[in-house]
Structure formats: C-alpha cells, structure tokens
C-alpha cells in the first residue's frame, strides 16, 4: 500500500436524509443525472417503468428505489448506497428514507459518512424530521453538514425565504457538535445549483452541491494521534514450506488511531506487557510506518501473549479501560431496553457481555434536552446509559476516535443487532506507574 | 497534503481486507467463492493481502452450471492451483440428476439451478459463511445489500429486515443452520476492479480481452455461437472482435463488439461506456426485479 505521490483520486462518503416527500431520491438521481453517471440501458429501464407507474413520466427516484415493493408502494425501504465518480473524486451515496425505522436506517447509513446532506422542502421549512436528522448527524459526528434548501422554485426563488430557513436552523444548531455547515437553495426536479449553477438565485454565491462535495476537505477525518490497534486475527503458518516463516507469528488489524512505526514500544492491552514493533508486515513488503485506517500485520519483538479482542498502544494519547461504561445509544429494535437485562456488546474486536445499569437519559427530539431516568428507550430513541461489561473495555470517547469510541449492541438468542453506541470519554486514561511503558 | 493518507482504491482494500479478517476470525467454516471471474479475482488478492504469509485458511467453491466458457474453468483451476488452495467445485449437472435441483419444462438456462446446487454444497460441507464477489453498483437490488448479508435456514434474503450495519462493527453471529453471505467489496465499481488489477498487475481470463469470435444477434444482443446455442432459422453467424464485460454463462453472456485487448484500453473503455456492465446479462432483463427475487430465493 505505497502512497502515491500525485493528486490521487480519494472517496467522500455522504448520507442524504430528509422527510418522505423532500425529493432526496430525486436530487439522487439528479446528481447522477447531471454527472453524466446514468447508463443508457438505466435510462431505458427508467423509461419502461415511467410507462408502466409514471404515466409517461421518468421519475428519478426509480434509480434508487430499486425493489419491488419500493416502487409499488413509492417509498424507500432500507438504505440504498449508490457510486458515482467525477475526475477529482468518487462519492459513495447512502441513501437513506426519512419515515419509519428512521434512526435506525439512518445511523446504519452515516455511521462511517464524511459529509450529510440534510433537504428542507422551501415550502415546509424546518420540521421535526429535520431536527432529528440534523441531531443524529451530530451524534454520530459526521465531520460536514449540508442543508438542502430544496422546492426553493416553489417558493419563487425567493431569497427571504432561504435566509429564514437558514435562520430557523442557526437557532438550534449551536447546542450540536457539528462544525462545518453549509446552506445551499436548489431545485432536485429540475436541476438548479445541483450540478449546474442556476440563473434563477442570483443572490445565493456559494458553490453548487456538486461542487462542495467535489472541494470540501476530508483530509483530517481519521484519527492521527494516538496508536490503536485492536487485534482482529492471528497470523501465524501452519507448516510452512518457508522456514524463514517457523517462528512467524504476526497480529492482523486495521489500525483504527495514530500511527505507528517499526521499533517502537507498544503495549498489550488489557494485559499490560510491553514489547516492541519488529516489523510491520503486508504483502507487498513491509512498512516503515503504518497509519489508520491500514490495515496490516504487526510482529512484535517478543514473545508474548496476545489473541483477538487485545488492543495494541502507543506510548501517547493513552486510552481509557473500564468495565463501568457510559455512552449513548440509538435503539434500534422494537422490543424496548430495560434495565438490568443482558446483551452482547461488540467493540472493535471485542465482543463480551454487558448489563445496562441505568438508563440515565432520553433526548427529546424537539428540545434535544435530555429527559432524565425514563422508564425505558424504544425504537428509535436515543439516550444515555450506563453499562457494565463482564471484561473491561479499552476505549476512548467517540469524538475523539468514532473506531474506538463506538459499540453495536447484540440480542442474545436472535442476534439481533439493537443498538448502536457511542461511549462518552473515559474519566482517567490508563494508569501507567507500574510499567516502563512511559519513555 | 499529508503523507498518512489513502487513495480510493486503497481505502477500498483495506476495508475489504478487515472484512475478510472479520470472517476467518468470526466463523467456523468459511468458504471463499470463486468463479475465475474478474471480480473474484480480486477476492483472492484481498485473500493474501489479509492472511498471508499463512495459507488463505478457507477453501475455495465454485457453483459449476455445465455452461460456464472453457477459458474461464482452466483459469479457475490454475488460479487457485497457484494459490495452493482447496477449490471445491459442485455442478449443477450432478445435482440436476441427484433430484437436487429440478428444471421447469423447457428450462435451459441454469442460472436458476445454481440456487439449489448452492444451497445443497453449504449443507454439504457445513459452511456457515460464503465470501462472494458481488458489487452495490451492479444492480439496484444489491444496491441494498449489506456486506454481512444475512440468510435464514432456507438461504433466503429478506431486504425488509436486514441487520443494521454500523461503523466497521459486523454482527457475524449465527443459530444453526442460518448462513452468512459477505461482499468484501460492496463499494467497489466496476472500474474500481479493473484500476485494481491493473495496479496489482493481475492476471484474468483471455476472454475478456477482444477477440474473434462466431457470435448471433438475438434480443438485441451478440451471444457466442456454441453447441449449446445453435442457431434458429433465419439467423446467421457473424465473425466479430468481441470482449465480454461481464460473465454469466456462455448462453446468456452478451459480446460487447471492443478493440480493447489491455487492460489500460479495458479502463479507457469503461470511462466511456454509455451501458452498465449488466446491460450484457440477459439473466437480468427478464423482469425489472429479476435480480431480487433470485436473492431472495438464496442466490450469490
């Protein structure tokens, strides 16, 4: 995995969310439409479907919509991804529907999302819907945000109207954790400020949709300081013809923070024992230095004791290790969390049993204050709780590294995956005097 | 800008190389699906930039139909000969007489028929997780699909009731008998593969490469002209420099009439095609939801 040197192409990943007549789908296939990525044979199934549901009609949101039901019923079902490429950058679209199982499909969908594209219908203004969405971007700390001011031709291009829903948005948005917002008036139906600037709002100089996803920096959204690595496989041959490779025995991962580099000094968590990185090995020969999210194969100088679900650190940015938890959740199933019931909670490569302790917290969706001690959280609630975990986790707080900092809970018995987590910053970091880990 | 960054395709491999590591460490008995097409040609180089210098620790299976083109079984074989991995093949042929799989009267092709011969191989040999090979951007029903997709006991997809899937956080967890799908390389494009055997320098089957080739013109298509595809009355064989795009079997693969016999010419191509890749499938067109309901029935 060499770097190249000149200009490479990278990938922006963004979710689009909005209410169910918000025209995400169509904006989908504008975008697309608009970027030259439709296919003939696309457009040809598109026109058989318009002679069939459209009443001669093509309509956009057949490319995304892309099962039976969805198109009988006109809805979108689950989370559609879609890829589309310009010459300076390849998007990957997770699309994702506003009306029910909203949460969840849309956690399932921006969880890994540079950038989320949030439509307003001009007419309706902000609703409910846009609150919500607007928070779960937030919570899950999708670096960019773009609020789609979309109909804005059914408002007559007006620009009060813009700048009022730009308000509306600006009352709220200073008590979430999102960083870079931009506001962009469009037409998804018939084109404008999408990929093409439109003659119709000279008053708005920003760029068009297409051309802040092309520009918007993504550079810094992986976490650079402070090396994770949590083991995800063994390595070691089984009779090898090489008997170079008898006494291999290498530890397979992505590495999920920081950096790391050949003969350094990591440390083996939870266990504590220190060694030293020997060499970082990949197929194509081995590395000097390694950075998230690589993934790799670490040797280490000695021989320790180390197996899936362990964590590799370095000696900076400690990590946090626990077994009493604190995080948010979304629930994201229909039967309730309870207090004091049972799940499998899966961490990085970890997986181990937590109770919940204490539901501390439900955020109400119109004020975003948290409502304290409810009874329960239900589907598509999210809140605040407290977790105890039958092996300590090693963890840093989701703002500050979204790989380590984020957790699936899983029913036991159906296997259900039922919520997701992100764990609040730990109290302390690791405590270290007993160790010649510190240099 | 910073050295500690990834370009596209190596932010797509390491993402399907922590897929692949996922798999060997979650389930019991893996397989790895591998047909010696394109696509599955790039899962294998994901399967040794994620597990060697050990062996590639689980077998390889291919789902033979009896229609597949030569070229691409004698890669097959070699390939994974090369690799020095365990390539179990079942034939739809042998299932066919088995009772296992059972043709409509009249059915030729056996795209269906691979569900069943699919099916009874996972029971065979216990397999608890297939690796396959397939794309979101091939088609707008797996455009759906997760990269850990899950199959109840009678191997079916329900797109209504898929486990969310966040973060790089896979629930891989199984009661007997359910079954595990996994598409490493969910996010790839069709010219993502082929940017990616250009820079890995893999080797693929000729037939993708343009060449001569006797083919007939039959809804709206070029198919080659085989023993198993003989010609109906009024039509004739054209002599034609043909490539294929994508690979069904040898009755129902559309030629795409092409120059290109590199793979930098195959990229060039690409960029320029007015047509997806599956608009050469005729097992596609047979209805606006073909692809779903062979899914939902236990397919790749």
């Known amino acids: 995995m060499s770097v190249p040197a000149n200009h490479p192409i990278d990938i922006l990943r963004f979710n689009t969310c909005g209410s169910v007549d918000d025209g995400k789908s169509t904006l989908i296939g504008r975008l697309l439409y608009d970027s030259k990525s439709l296919m003939e044979d696309q457009l040809e199934a598109l026109e058989r479907s318009a002679d069939i549901t459209g009443k001669g009609q093509i309509n956009l949101a057949n490319l995304t919509d892309g099962l039976r039901a969805e198109r009988e019923q006109g809805i979108t079902i689950d989370v559609a991804y879609r890829y589309f490429a310009t010459p300076r950058r390849k998007f990957i679209i997770s699309d994702t529907p506003g009306h029910v199982q909203y949460t969840r499909n849309m956690v399932t969908g921006a969880s890994s999302a540079n950038l989320a594209i949030v439509l307003v219908d001009a007419r309706q203004g902000v609703i409910e819907q846009s609150r919500r969405h607007t928070c779960i971007a937030s919570l899950l700390r999708i670096p960019h945000l773009i609020v789609a001011v979309n ?39 018939n084109g404008d400020n999408v990929v093409e600037t439109s003659r119709h709002t000279p008053w708005f100089s920003g760029p068009t949709l297409l051309g802040h996803l092309e520009s ?30 008898h006494d291999f025995r290498g530890y397979s991962g992505q590495v999920a923070g920081g950096i790391v580099r050949a003969g350094q000094k990591v ?55 626990g077994d009493e938890l604190q995080a948010k959740v979304c629930w994201m199933h229909p039967r309730a969390l309870l207090r004091g019931k049972k799940y499998l909670l899966k961490h990085t490569t970890s997986t181990v049993q937590a109770m919940v302790t204490a539901i501390k917290s439900r955020v109400n969706m119109t004020t975003f204050e948290p409502e304290p001690e409810p009874q329960e959280l239900a589907m598509n609630d999210i809140g605040e709780i407290q977790l105890k975990t039958s092996r300590p986790l090693v963890y840093d707080g989701y703002a500050l590294n979204r790989l380590t900092g984020s957790f699936i809970l899983i029913e036991p018995g159906t296997n259900a995956t039922i919520a997701a987590g992100m764990l609040n910053a730990p109290q302390q970091a690791i405590h270290l005097e007993y160790t010649d880990f510190v240099i | 800008m910073s050295n500690y960054y990834l370009d596209h395709l190596q932010y797509l491999e ?287």
Request: contains cysteine; hydrophobic residues 40%.
């Open chain 1, 151 to 189: 109909k804005i031709d059914l408002v007559d291009w007006r620009e009060e109207r813009f700048i009022e829903i730009r308000s509306q948005f600006e009352q709220f948005l200073p008590r979430l954790d999102i960083k870079d917002v931009k506001f962009i008036p469009l037409s998804a139906l």
């Open chain 1, 216 to 245: 918007v920096h993504i550079g810094s959204d992986w976490n650079l300081s402070g090396f994770r690595f949590p083991v995800q496989w063994v390595n070691r041959p089984n009779n090898p013809s090489d008997p170079q490779l």
């Open chain 1, 267 to 321: 440390m083996v968590l939870p266990s504590g024992q220190v060694s030293t990185v020997k060499r970082i090995w990949t197929l194509d020969g081995p590395l000097e230095e390694a950075f998230c999210p690589q993934s790799v194969t670490i040797e280490l100088q000695d021989d320790i004791d180390v197996s899936r679900g362990d964590m590799l650190i370095g000696p900076e940015n400690l990590p946090g290790a």
């Open chain 2, 14 to 300: 390491t993402e399907a190389i922590h897929v692949m590591r996922e798999v060997a460490a979650e389930f019991e008995r893996p397989a790895l699906m591998f047909s010696g097409g394109k696509d599955s040609i790039c899962l294998l180089r994901l399967a040794e930039k994620a597990f060697r210098p050990s062996d590639i620790p689980m077998p390889f299976l291919n789902v033979d139909t009896g229609h597949h083109f030569p070229e691409l079984n004698d890669f097959r074989d070699r390939r994974a000969a090369q690799l020095g991995a365990r390539l179990i093949i079942r034939k739809v042929e042998d299932a066919i007489r088995q009772g296992i799989a059972v043709p409509a009267p009249g059915e030729v092709s056996r795209n269906r028929l691979q569900i069943p011969t699919l099916l009874a191989a996972i029971e065979e040999f216990r397999f608890d997780c297939c690796i396959g090979g397939a794309r979101r951007d091939e088609e707008k029903a797996r455009a759906k699909e997760r990269f850990f997709s899950f199959r109840d006991s009678f191997g079916q997809w329900d797109p209504k009731n898929q486990r969310p899937e966040i973060w790089n956080l896979y629930n891989a967890r199984l009661n007997p008998g359910e079954n595990m799908r996994v598409f490493p390389l969910s996010n790839w494009t069709e010219q993502d593969v082929w940017e990616y055997i250009r820079r890995e320098q893999l080797e693929v089957p000729t037939i993708y490469f343009s060449h001569r080739r006797k083919c007939v013109r039959r809804h709206g298509q070029w198919l080659p002209v085989t023993d198993l595809l003989p010609l109906k009355p009024n039509e004739e064989i054209h002599e034609l420099v043909v490539r294929v795009r994508t690979i069904g079997d040898i009755i129902s693969t559309g030629m795409v009439e092409s120059r290109a016999d590199n793979v930098d010419d195959i990229i060039t191509e690409i960029a320029a095609a007015r047509v997806t890749e599956r608009g050469s499938r005729a097992d596609d067109k047979s209805s606006e939801a073909a692809m779903e309901d062979r899914k939902k029935a236990g397919y790749f």
